[in-house]
């Protein structure tokens, strides 16, 4: 089973030092940032599973962090670590959509008890699906190629088998261009072009088939982006 691993976005060395320790210790793997801006980038492009958040950040605030990780990851967990004890500050922090908010000084086997509570319930969790079977066939992700049912076949090129497998992954959830630009094609998506990203979905549904005048597996949801509704991933 692969290792579950957690981005830690925390300024005080020593604090960050020792969390970092006691998730190792636990068994997690574990990246850190010490700056706000830095911290962002990693938590939008990187393969963690959960964010630990400071509030009090060089660089970007931690709640301006957490507006950002909502609207590019909006289903990754983030865990708000402040010494705030401020109500205020704990009610906004869970309004901005953080999962779970622990007040310093905590112990370690409170914070290790909330992070394993909330990647329980988390719907983030590390998904691998390696073939999807939708109406007129089934797309093997690990050849990267389409089976149709009348025995014809198609080759995927990697992009398009990634993107794939990230809606897939996702299904029934409509997914922004800008999430699949920092998920898929690993770049930051302020100023970035999403057109290439329709023109991928065009072609996905040229290979599967799916009718682009009323798509059926690939759907177009206005104002938001694109939906994987058909099919099954295995």
Known sequence: MAQRQILVIEDDAAIRRGIVDALRFYAFAVIESGHGTKGLEMAVQSECCLVLLDLVLPGMDGLDILREIRKSRP??????????????????????????????????????????AVLRRSPERPTDISEIKFNKGCADLARREIRYAD??????????????????????????????????????????????????????????????GEPKVLLTVRGKGYMFAGGRGV
């Not at 076949?153 to 699949?180: C, D, F, H, V």
């Not at 920092?182 to 991928?200: F, K």
């Open 75 to 116: 289903s990754l967990p983030v865990i708000v670590l402040t010494a705030r004890g401020d109500e205020s500050d704990r009610v906004q922090g869970l309004r901005l959509g953080a999962d779970d908010y622990v007040v310093k000084p905590f112990s370690v086997k409170e914070l290790i008890a909330r992070v394993e």
């Open 151 to 212: 025995g014809e076949r198609k080759e995927l090129s990697e992009r398009e088998a990634e993107l794939l497998r990230y809606l897939a992954t996702n299904a029934g959830r409509a997914i922004s261009r800008e999430e699949i630009l920092t998920r898929v094609w690993r770049i930051s998506a302020q100023g970035a072009e999403t057109r290439t990203i329709d023109m991928h979905i065009v072609r996905l549904r040229e290979k599967l088939r799916d009718d682009s």
